[in-house]
């Protein structure tokens, strides 16, 4: 809770800043268009959906069973944290083996004993993003030892990372690494959705 997903999804769906961020209670939908394989003969425009999960942990698996719901038949999760805040970094953990139905021992408390096994997402297919929220709230005396720490993190997702300011959209503009990093999340959560991958082969769906 409180990392920003709602602002997020705003300016990745509306290429805006949210004015005046509120709490999500449940889930929230917007819509992203993008262009698949831009640049490319293949290039094809898509309607990608964007689930803004609340993120209140609550003291009940009641609260982990209802989120559950939003979980079904995802194609790609983007795990988003803030950067001024290490236990929200760490809880990225729990809540990736949450939403990929992996966490077995269902707790109210999402935090990890530093005890994490990346062969659990060894044989993962769904696309995972990280992204580091908060960016312009960390001193810049402290910045290369914050990301250094949420590099390894993204590494043991085996996952790109975004580290931005959400109310900046600048970090997202066209061209910039960013962008092309989020552009090729998408396009690999299209293939999920859309394509069965054979081999080298890949079959389209209509």
Known sequence: ?????????????????LG???????????VRIHDYKEGTPEEKTYYIELWDVGGSVGSATSVKSTRAVFYNLLNGIILVHDLTNKKSSQNLYRWSLEALNRDVAPTGVLVTNGDY?????????????????????????????VLTRTAFLA?????EEINLD????????????????????FDKVIEKRYFLRDGNQVCHFS
């Open 155 to 159: 590494e043991d997702f085996n996952a």
């Open 117 to 145: 096994d990346r062969e659990q997402f060894a044989d993962n297919q769904i696309p995972l993003l990280v992204i580091g929220t908060k960016l312009d709230q960390i001193p810049e005396t402290k910045r290369n030892e």
């Open 1 to 17: 809770a409180g990392v920003g997903k709602s602002s997020l999804v705003h300016l990745l769906c509306q290429n805006q800043v």
């Open 20 to 30: 005046n961020p509120s709490w999500t209670v449940g889930c929230s939908v917007d």
């Open 166 to 185: 959400c109310t900046n959209p600048r970090y997202l503009a066209a061209g910039s690494s960013n962008a092309v990093k989020l552009s090729r999340f």
